[in-house]
């Protein structure tokens, strides 16, 4: 596939030096691994590979939603691709599914769902706040799935017109909250999952789901290790993030 | 929805009870917690609660990937939902995706990615073992994406003719054996993955793909720890799966 | 060392088959790998091999504190090594330590501090209930330590007349409930444990300690995995102990 | 207990600002807290609290072994207190035990296990490096236990002149290439461990233990999770060392 202007590419050195950008004519990077001139890129192909002024080996990779995530505009802490996959997997989201998202944030998640959801699947996503919407627009705007999502700025607290959704997923400091008002439009067996940092966040919302006509309530924690696999000398990574959230499942049945 | 005769139900009583079946007339499910007639579930929605003979609690639950997946039919060790959901999101694989399966085993991942990339997205996969292929192709009729897959019994060793794949995964006891034929079959910047459930698979894999123009190379393991969430004693489970595989990711770069 | 009459030896055939016995003359230990005939070890050197009736090979081991815990009379969850240990190296806990604890239950984590302070250091133990006490008696005998110790079946909410502990550890469900008693027991700078298997008690203890002049708070989990060691398959284990239980540690300083 | 001239002492602010010092006439210490006088110190009680020359609260903690490790000169990577306490727990090591250490490094788990084994035990360890050597003694020194310790700067490839041992631990590069030499050194029924970063060191060790008449072979890696405990919003630590080292035990038997 061509690189064109207005492409994005993945300037790829290394796991640890990257740059997610947008390709334009007359454009160039300063980096401190030298100058890269976007404008020599136009017409190569992703997978290619430059040199920057000083002489550094640079790979253009055409970008996944997984670069457009990890390197997105951020306001609030993001969701981990750890966290987003164990969150499509349980739920069973799939292509065409229709989901509600109680919390858009920076649009990390939302962007991930909506790459799976698309073309006749549907994001209905819900935040109070106008900044995090913002930044969500564009992130989703950079990642070319906007049109499969629904933004508003609204506090879903004062009731929400989805009905029959089939996934639900709420990233709010107090989940518990909103709880009848995802029950409500839930389709019969739907799948809602909370985002719960804390151990405390994650106590509330287990006792309320079981109040709340949810069954088969499931807490977990998904962990990712790296390893430096090299020749005679394997071992587990010596750092590694710790702790970014626990999630929890239910699924909606009859009251 | 309406459960019909020829759906899908999965009949849960708890996380560690629950049955996937396929309802029809004058079918009865003959359990440790009593009979449970299926003739009467015809017609009822999902989500609703039935009782047993001996008087438990049954909710039917539409099934989703997941539960597919967790009660499909067996000849190998399933990728766990954990690993499914990080192949997808580290990947990029998304709807639409052309995908590039070596190893199909059981199915289970082949089911899961198939249901992401449909309708327009596609899953060549590949066994050479005839009885797993039977297996497989079960499976995939059973959650109802055969469709989007092309299985073949066949040795890719003796090369491939898929070009301009998306993504390839390779779910072999020696994956790095096929590395330059998943080269010449995916499409440049395209993202490979390996399932390796020990360190040497893991080792020897990451030497062969960073010799393979390859890069962007991470070894990873996702963990999952389930807690129990109770009122005023909440706490991680005392027993988890330690270990499943390990994780190796690249993408195809120009050599 | 020569096994005499009276004698324990661990008799080890592999990991998961291994037994924990008092030598004597015209005992026999009846196994599923044969009958094991204990008169005949006596003379044996430690390290021995004998074959049990059926043809086993059984290894005469000499056995040490680890084996003795591990193998202990409970009445009680006991203390797994990964969290003794770490208590011993958190606290400072070493030869000639004075030191406090409170909730013997079955007596693992006495047995093995009591083996690291003697002959000049010393255990205080305390629990209110009688059957635990009991067990923790004998298990100490079996252990030879309990010269080291001096248990008593006795409420320490009511007040602890020992003064300047080196080292305090608490087991009870409420830990929180007896920091000011333990305060006034240990020295000044001396260490504060208590074990705490679920996260509410682990906060309730936390907040109490800060309050109640001990700094360096700190919570800690530790986490044990083993590995299937083998040529050119190695890899994790399958399964693990998830959680047993939190640590938490401080250290008093004036008021 | 009273700080004197020559008493060493941990000032601790926080849990990452804290020093450990030699207390002496007209010596300051020149912090970004301000500077601390130490004069001053001189006749004050452990767990007593100062002040900077900025008003920090400075808090004079007695270190224990614990504090003498973390904060004890480094030429090599030292072994952490979370292995440090599960070898002793493992290996049964106790009061009067006889230990064979070969590669002393830094010293930290000479210290360790000095603390322990003292005043009837011993530690005999080798270290072919004389710088590391020197590191060790210096902190053997600080820590008191050096009467306890007989370090020798040789090659245990070339025989140890050691019989009886309870207790061997290995900390080289190729723990293996000792084993025969450890085998004579060891009491029958006695103890090995080996530290072993990588996985293929601990491969290789499994694989010549099983061979060199070791039983009860088994490996593991310890973890250690800290955790946030604070009211209303506990949780795991966002970053972890995620690892140090595996470890492999045996004991010997007859061959």
Redesign the interface.
């Known amino acids: 596939?061509i690189i064109r202007e207005g492409s994005y590419v993945l300037l790829?050195h290394t796991?640890r030096k990257?740059w997610l950008v947008k390709v334009a004519v007359a454009k160039k990077m300063h980096t401190h691994l030298g100058v890269i001139d976007l404008s020599n890129v136009i017409g190569m192909?992703?997978?290619?590979?430059i040199q920057s002024t000083e002489g550094k080996t640079i790979?253009?990779?055409?970008?996944?939603?997984?670069?457009f995530i990890m390197k997105s505009e951020r306001k609030t802490q993001i969701i981990y691709?750890?966290d987003?996959?164990?969150?499509?997997?349980?739920?069973?989201l799939?292509?065409g599914s229709k989901v509600l998202e109680i919390g858009t944030g920076s649009g990390a998640l939302t962007t991930?769902m909506a790459?799976?959801?698309?073309?006749n699947g549907h994001i209905y996503t819900f935040d109070i706040n106008p900044d995090f919407m913002a930044v969500a627009k564009r992130n989703l705007q950079k990642a070319g799935v906007i049109e499969f999502v629904t933004p508003s700025q609204y506090d879903p607290h004062l009731g929400i017109g989805i009905k029959n959704a089939d996934v639900a997923i709420v990233d709010l400091g107090d989940p518990w909250t909103v709880i009848p008002q995802v029950y409500e439009s839930l389709?019969?067996?739907?799948?809602f999952v909370a985002i719960c940092?804390?151990?405390?966040q994650?106590?509330k919302?287990?006792?309320e789901l079981r109040k709340d006509s949810f069954?088969?309530?499931?807490?977990?924690?998904?962990?990712?290790?790296?390893?430096?696999?090299?020749?005679?000398?394997?071992?587990?990574?010596?750092?590694?993030?710790?702790?970014?959230t626990?999630l929890?499942f239910g699924?909606?049945?009859?009251n």
Chains 1, 2, 3, 4 share one sequence.
């Open positions: 596939m790829f796991p990257k192909e992703y997978g290619s590979v790979y253009l990779i055409q970008p996944t939603n997984y670069d691709p750890k987003l996959g164990f969150i499509v997997a349980r739920t069973g799939e292509n991930f790459s799976i959801v698309k073309p389709k019969n067996s739907g799948s940092p804390t151990f405390n994650l106590e919302t287990a006792i069954v088969d309530v499931e807490s977990v924690e998904i962990i990712i290790r790296t390893l430096e696999a090299r020749e005679g000398m394997t071992r587990p990574s010596s750092r590694m993030i710790a702790h970014t626990y929890i699924r909606k049945v009859s």
